[in-house]
């Protein structure tokens, strides 16, 4: 079936990029999204790119759709503390979702 | 915008006792979803509504039940709960349009002793 994979944890220092990584086995989803959880909150949906597009850029956000690979990556350029949270990648209508992966950000 | 509502916040359960979650939407939005989240399993799709008197089940719908009400609402019983059932149970809604992201509540963190 349908399979969302991410690792688990990423711990970077305050003003590094954090890239948060995503493989996916379905090949027809037409999009793919990322969410942000803070602790004790829903999801919050953070950015989406559409399955033809390669990039996409928004504010501190850079989404890459590796569509070959089945990979789609979220950079967070500049991190802040603020940043620390759990981001999930999901894709198709249904929403299947990967585990989740922790970032902290380290002052 | 109250978006998507979720009762209660939290509650404790004994084993084998009953309870419904509720999950309201004020987007008139046609879908409607539950899901469970556990640790390091990221969020499994109980069941979901794609349409008022449509339910169909998802990844884990065992040991539970919904009901969709009306098109606002759509709840979540536990018939006689157990132990495995403790999670954060998250509603979510979504507009049919291609692409559209589901919304979501604050979640029921429920803990059955």
Redo the contacts between chains.
Sequence with gaps: GED?E?S?FLSVREGDSSVINCTYTDSSS??L?W?KQEPG?????LT?I?SNMDMKQDQRLTVLLNKKDKHLSLRIADTQTGDSAIY?CAEGG??I????TELSVKP | NAG?TQTPKFQVLKTGQSMTLQCAQDMNHNSM?W?RQDP??????IY?SASEGTTDK?EVPNGYNVSRLNKREFSLRLESAAPSQTSVY?C?SRTDR??Q???????TRLSIL
């Design positions: 969302v991410q688990l037409t999009y999204y969410y909150a829903g999801l919050q949906l989406y559409f999930f249904k929403l979702f990967g585990q989740g | 998507v979803y899901y390091g399993m990221g969020l499994r799709l979901y998802g998250f979510a291609v692409g992201p589901q919304h979501f509540g604050d979640g």
